[in-house]
């Protein structure tokens, strides 16, 4: 879900290498969930910010991290995703959760995943 993915970008920022690896492992599961890809925004911000977690864990790490995160129920990834730097994840997630509507139109211009 797009709000997901927000998320593991903040934690990138903030530099919280493993659990934006998590986070955005969260983020393509709830996206694969809906059959929707990145759009093409989505998409360049999720590969720099992969790239730099990447970076800073290295493969195996972020590997690991990663499909952890595509593996969590929701319940888990809202844990993961109520640290300090978002405290409004898991009331926010809840809501996109139970209101799929609430997501942004895309333009379905091709599968950027990757």
């Known amino acids: 879900m797009r709000s997901s ?11 919280d290498w493993r659990r934006a690896a998590t986070l955005h492992g ?6 694969d969930r809906t ?13 720099q910010s992969m790239a730099d977690v990447r970076a800073h864990l ?5 590997d690991r991290a990663y499909a952890q995160g595509t593996k969590l129920s929701v319940a888990e990834a809202l844990q993961c995703a109520r640290a300090p730097g978002a405290p409004f994840a898991k009331r926010r997630l809840r809501k996109i ?14 599968d950027h995943r990757g």
């Open 5 to 15: 993915l927000g998320l593991a970008c903040l934690a990138a920022d903030q530099g």
């Open 35 to 47: 059959g929707e890809p990145w759009q093409d925004l989505e998409a360049r911000y999720r590969n």
């Open 58 to 62: 290295g493969d195996e790490q972020f």
């Open 97 to 110: 959760l139970a209101n799929p509507e609430l997501l942004p139109p895309h333009d379905n211009k091709g």
């Open 26 to 31: 969260v983020a393509q599961a709830f996206l």
